[in-house]
């Protein structure tokens, strides 16, 4: 089955931009209706969507970081991305990487796979 | 954005009791409403999907139901392997939105 691994850093410098990878393996990113997501969760808190990407490109982001927040697919290495600029010790969190497929025959999406998750630090 | 508001923060039951966790959005969401399951240190599992279907893999002692504002998660007979934190979710609009959580305790 799908499964999706997240890669990165795990301490980034304030100011700095948080780059992460998300490797999908056991499917292809290409297929299927499914959008590819980022969620982050503070240690001890709840949980984030910070947005989502579609393999044309279309995306949508969370009005909360969307100035700060960029993410792309590469369709040949089955991945995809998060960046996130500018970070400060409140960016600090657990990200996951999670698949949002179109449930059954509803037009509603479902976080149905996600990764480990990781976790990143904001320090100097 | 849709705000998601769950209770209780947490509660403790025993094995075999039956439990509710209940989820409200601060407007109409119809049935765009879906449950996991986080366990320590472990990413979110989902559970239940547009309020009331049994995800695939899904336990079927969990089960859900609401519609428009108003939601309820319900397992009927607890398993020590539900000792997690449970999430309710939105997806009917962007940006999707996570309650704040709700703690199981099994004692």
């Known amino acids: 089955q799908v499964q999706l691994q997240e890669s990165g850093p795990g301490l980034v410098k304030p100011s700095q931009t948080l780059s992460l990878t998300c490797t999908v393996s056991g499917g292809s990113i290409s297929s299927g209706t499914y959008y590819w997501s980022w969620i982050r969760q503070p240690a001890g808190k709840g949980l984030e969507w910070i947005g989502r990407i579609y393999t044309s490109g279309s995306t949508s982001f969370n009005p909360s970081l969307k100035s700060r927040v960029a993410t792309s697919v590469d369709t040949s290495k089955n991945q995809f991305s998060l960046k996130l600029s500018s970070v400060t010790a409140a960016d600090t969190a657990v990200y996951y990487c999670?698949?949002?497929?179109?449930?059954?025959?509803?037009?509603?999406?479902?976080?149905?796979?996600w990764g480990q998750g990781t976790t990143v630090t904001v320090s100097s | 954005d849709v705000q998601m508001t769950q209770s209780p923060s947490s509660l403790s039951a025993s094995v075999g009791d039956r439990v509710t966790i209940t989820c409200r959005a601060s407007q109409t969401i119809g049935s765009y409403l879906n449950w996991y399951r986080q366990k320590s240190g472990r990413a979110p599992e989902l559970l239940i999907y547009g309020a009331s279907s049994l995800h695939s893999g899904a336990p079927s002692r969990f089960s859900g139901s609401g519609s428009g504002t108003d939601f309820t998660l319900a397992i009927s007979s607890l398993q020590p392997e539900d000792s997690a934190t449970y999430f309710c979710?939105?997806?009917?609009?962007?940006?999707?939105?996570f309650g704040q959580g709700t703690k199981l305790e099994i004692k």
């Open positions: 979710q939105q997806s009917y609009t962007t940006p999707y939105t």
């Open positions: 999670a698949r949002a497929t179109k449930m059954s025959s509803t037009s509603i999406y479902g976080l149905d796979v």
